[in-house]
Nanobody, 128 residues
Framework: QVQLVESGGGLVQAGGSLRLSCSAS????????MGWFRQAPGKEREFVAA????????YYTNSVKGRFTISRDNAKNTVYLQMNSLKPEDTAVYYC?????????????????????WGQGTQVTVSS
């Protein structure tokens, strides 16, 4: 059974920081790139950041570059998203996912995977 569990969300003022965690069980973590997406009310799920299995390759959406950092601890089957200088427009439910590839092309990274390897999400709310 594949399971992804996000945590670390909350309410923070603009300019603040949060660190999201995603703990993976099953075989969906080892050997695969991991990613974070987010979905604001009334909007489609959008790509935020991705990290290769080895941790040597990363990709970010433009709006979070320089503010967010994705990382992983393969010994703990966990991926993180450090979010600094948060803005009200970062408010959304954040989801982690496994790509089922070590490092797929950008078009795959930035498209929400059509499989069931998603967590339940964690709410991030940034007040102005």
């Amino acid at each position: 059974q594949v399971q992804l569990v996000e945590s670390g969300g909350g309410l923070v003022q603009a300019g603040g920081s949060l660190r999201l965690s995603c703990s993976a069980s099953g075989r969906t973590f080892r050997g695969y790139a991991m990613g974070w997406f987010r979905q604001a009310p009334g909007k489609e799920r959008e790509f935020v950041a991705a990290l290769s299995w080895t941790g040597t390759s990363t990709y970010y959406t433009n709006s979070v570059k320089g503010r967010f950092t994705i990382s992983r601890d393969n010994a703990k089957n966990t991926v993180y998203l450090q979010m600094n200088s948060l803005k009200p427009e970062d408010t959304a439910v954040y989801y982690c996912t496994s790509y089922q590839f070590a490092w797929p092309p950008v078009v795959v990274l930035t498209t929400p995977p059509k499989h069931d390897y998603w967590g339940q999400g964690t709410q991030v709310t940034v007040s102005s």
